[in-house]
């Protein structure tokens, strides 16, 4: 009966660690990521894209700004929007490539 309980005890403290353990590997991992979120938002680029993403806002923007102004049309602004919407993620890339220079 001794033995059943100390077999069972062990059972339960191996149980216990291997939790503790994925708990511990978990907070780790999550931690981690957590880091190099804030590395990549915060990092050495951070400056030069945070600009390079207000000037391709503020490009978009004006079109859309001048398809109404010239046009009056809201389906030309919303044609211009689809447009821009499209057009935008190359933009930016292209804009915030610095391999090239």
């Known amino acids: 009966m001794r033995e ?3 077999a069972q005890k062990a059972a ?3 149980d216990r660690r291997k939790k503790d353990a994925a708990a511990r590997a978990r907070r780790e991992r999550r931690g981690l990521a ?5 590395l990549w938002q915060h990092g050495s680029g951070y400056r030069r894209r945070k600009e390079a993403i207000a000037a ?3 490009i ?3 079109a859309l700004l001048l398809a ?4 009056s049309s809201l389906r030309a602004v919303l044609m211009v929007f689809l447009i821009v919407l499209v057009a935008t993620p190359a933009l ?10």
């Not at 109404?68 to 046009?71: D, E, I, R, S």
């Open 4 to 6: 059943a309980a100390a």
């Open 12 to 14: 339960a403290d191996r």
């Open 34 to 38: 957590w880091r190099r979120h804030r």
């Open 56 to 58: 391709v806002v503020t």
């Open 60 to 62: 978009d923007l004006v």
């Open 68 to 71: 109404y102004l010239l046009t």
């Open 92 to 101: 930016a890339k292209l804009s915030s490539d610095r391999s090239r220079h």
